[in-house]
């Protein structure tokens, strides 16, 4: 049987991994699962699948979950140490699906010990992407894509070799103000950039799709997990969300990946790999899709692509002063405190004015910690400069 584990487990795709796994238990001996808020539906999925261990990482719902758990054998626990320590424990697979930063020190532990980690958590790669390489190698650990995108990316790079390509596309849907006048964007509320168009994701990830945040990530992530040039990666908007990325090679050839929206192709694709087996997604019928459509994008109505490409020519830390000014304008935009156009912004002038000492310091655990940290803060006082 695989030990596995699940951070993230209460999530969209935390429960889309549960969603496989529980089609066929006996595969699995389930090791830890990880939520935050959501108590009940984490001790659920824990007893159903007779994990070891489920962890919170709210502290004070500790309490709750060792109640919700009572009598089942299974040991509840809470916070980051507690997170920290059970990714250390003998693992075969994991999959780290935690929202945000929070989800970078598991992965790396996990990583450590040897252990497969499939990775939801595009955080990981574009905050501390060298050294989640570095340890990745230095262990004999495998890192397997989960974005659907970068899935994409590495299924149609199989026996292929990374000097004979010549760009990466991938592609966006345009999120839930693709084709909203631009002016009407300073009043777009919480609630209409939470509705996606296609795919059913968390509510962080789905205002970052609105924002281009998310594609501006999944840029940063291409470059770091793939090893590629910056300028060979390209953003197409593509509203249908049924091309996830196109490789084009040095002979003209496009080698594209289509398939419905559904995360559990990518997640299936790294729980099994190397090996494909069935997966209960829907089978496209594209004669009655007719057609696809593409568009270029546009940096005015999306500046966080513009900004992706700062990054990756800035390089350094400069993901993780990125991410962490991108989260806490994030949490400003859902609190009500920012308008939608302004969280790109806040992010440039984070960027703009964060200490070059701080961005080209030698990447380990701790600088990339310092240089997050020390960006929520400047993003805070620019939040709170704006609201003043
Ligand atoms: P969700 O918001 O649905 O789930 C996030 C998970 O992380 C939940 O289990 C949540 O617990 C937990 N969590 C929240 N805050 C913390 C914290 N501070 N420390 C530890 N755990 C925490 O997110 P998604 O599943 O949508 O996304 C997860 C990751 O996967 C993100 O990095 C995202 O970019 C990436 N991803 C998501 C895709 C999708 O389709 N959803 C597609 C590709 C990538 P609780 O719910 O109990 O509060």
């Avoid at 060792?66 to 990714?87: F, Y």
């Avoid at 004015?353 to 990339?368: G, K, N, R």
């Avoid at 805070?380 to 704006?386: D, L, M, S």
């Amino acid at each position: 049987m695989r030990r596995i584990s699940i951070y993230g487990a209460t999530g969209s795709i935390g429960q889309n991994t549960i969603d496989l796994i529980k089609r066929d238990t006996d595969a699995y001996d389930v090791v830890a699962l990880t939520g935050a808020g959501n108590i009940a539906q984490l001790a659920q999925d824990a007893r159903d699948l007779n994990a070891d261990i489920a962890i919170t990482a709210d502290e004070a719902r500790l309490p709750d979950l060792q109640e919700a758990l009572a009598g089942s054998g299974i040991e509840a626990a809470a916070g980051k140490t507690a997170l920290r320590e059970a990714a250390a424990r003998p693992t075969d697979w994991l999959m780290s699906a935690i929202v945000g930063a929070a989800g970078l020190e598991p992965g790396l532990i996990a990583l450590q010990n040897g252990c497969t980690v499939a990775l939801a958590n595009k955080e990981t790669l574009v905050c501390a992407g060298a050294l989640v390489r570095k340890t990745a190698q230095a262990n004999d650990a495998r890192l397997l894509p989960v974005d659907s995108e970068h899935s994409a990316i590495f299924q149609a790079l199989t026996g292929e070799k990374i000097d004979a390509v010549e760009r990466i596309i991938i592609t966006a849907s345009g999120g839930a103000f693709r084709d909203w006048p631009l002016d009407d964007l300073a009043n777009a509320t919480v609630a209409q950039a939470s509705a996606h168009p296609n795919w059913d994701m968390g509510q962080r990830i789905t205002i970052d799709s609105a924002s281009m945040f998310n594609k501006a990530l999944e840029v940063i992530e291409t470059k770091e997990y793939f090893e590629v040039d910056a300028v060979k990666i390209e953003v197409l908007v593509h509203p249908e969300s049924m091309i996830h990325a196109i490789v084009g090679f040095v002979d003209g050839a496009l080698m594209a990946h289509v398939g419905p929206p559904d995360m559990r192709h990518a997640i299936g694709h790294a729980l099994h790999y190397p090996v494909r087996k069935h997966l209960p997604v829907e089978r496209l019928d594209l004669a009655k899709l007719a057609q696809l459509t593409f568009r270029a994008p546009d940096e005015v109505r999306w500046p966080a692509l513009r900004l992706a490409r700062e990054v990756m020519d800035r390089g350094g830390l400069s993901g993780a002063v990125f991410n962490a000014a991108k989260e806490t304008a994030l949490d400003g935009f859902i609190a009500g405190k920012l308008a939608f156009p302004h969280m790109a912004e806040v992010v440039e002038t984070v960027l703009d004015t964060t200490d070059p000492s701080l961005i080209d310091a030698e990447m380990t655990l701790d600088t990339v910690l310092e240089a997050d940290h020390m960006a929520r803060v400047s993003a805070r006082r620019v939040i709170e400069t704006r609201a003043g």
